[in-house]
């Protein structure tokens, strides 16, 4: 069975940094691209980011480059999402997918 666990996520003023982690299990991590979306209060799923399997290439999304950073770790079975310059639109449920399947989500906030 498929499963995902983000974590990493929190409370940050604006212009603050936040790593989120997602860990992966129940299939060939290293063989699958995967991906970060997000969910704002009140609105609907985002795509944010999406990576390659192996060394592959990333794409983001207009609204976070230059700010996010996606990368994985295939010996731990683990993606990254670093955030740097967060803004209060950045808040919002983020979720790792992978062929539509989501994980629990961790809730990032950033206020001052």
């Known amino acids: 069975e498929v499963q995902l666990v983000e974590s990493g996520g929190g409370l940050v003023q604006p212009g603050g940094s936040l790593r989120l982690s997602c860990v992966g299990s129940?299939?060939?991590?290293?063989?699958?691209?995967m991906s970060w979306v997000r969910q704002a209060p009140g609105k609907g799923l985002e795509w944010v980011s999406t990576?390659?399997?192996?060394?592959?290439?990333?794409t983001v999304a207009d609204s976070v480059k230059g700010r996010f950073t996606t990368s994985r770790d295939n010996s731990v079975n683990t993606l990254y999402l670093q955030m740097n310059n967060l803004k209060p639109e950045d808040t919002a449920v983020y979720y790792c997918?992978?062929?539509?399947?989501r994980g629990q989500g961790t809730q990032v906030t950033v206020s001052s």
């Open positions: 990576i390659s399997s192996g060394f592959g290439p990333t």
């Open positions: 129940g299939f060939a991590f290293s063989s699958f691209g």
């Open positions: 997918q992978i062929n539509g399947k």
